[in-house]
Nanobody, 125 residues
Framework: VQLQASGGGLVQAGDSLRLSCAVSGLTFGSYAMAWFRRAPGKERELVAGINRSGGTTYYADSAKGRFTISRFNAKNTAYLQMNSLKPEDTAVYYC???????????????????WGQGTQVTVSS
């Protein structure tokens, strides 16, 4: 199983980025997907989640109104569109996959069994 996260970079406050997570080695449509991030000196936090069908989503308060999680099951890929980026969004962003037989949107962190390698997002002020 591989999760390949990409799309990070160095941007200025107010800019946008789209992260991608290409997944292989599992039945993508059977997995809920999520994006987490870890900022320097802070614990990893859930940013956004999406159920296996793409029908429902979840956002942390810090992401609401600015970030959009989506997935394209035919391409085994999940995305995180990030708009109006702020310096406090600076972090390493990880995608994660968790198997679920239901249409749950937000899994317990321990249920996300597969993780990508992370992609750095740096937002300058």
């Amino acid at each position: 199983v591989q999760l390949q996260a990409s799309g990070g970079g160095l941007v200025q406050a107010g800019d946008s980025l789209r992260l991608s997570c290409a997944v292989s080695g599992l039945t993508f449509g059977s997995y809920a997907m999520a994006w987490f991030r870890r900022a320097p000196g802070k614990e990893r936090e859930l940013v956004a989640g999406i159920n296996r069908s793409g029908g429902t989503t979840y956002y942390a308060d810090s992401a609401k109104g600015r970030f959009t999680i989506s997935r394209f099951n035919a391409k085994n890929t999940a995305y995180l569109q990030m708009n109006s980026l702020k310096p406090e969004d600076t972090a390493v962003y990880y995608c994660a996959a968790g198997f679920t037989s239901s249409l749950r949107t937000r899994l317990q962190e321990i249920e996300y069994k597969y993780w990508g390698q992370g992609t750095q997002v740096t937002v300058s002020s």
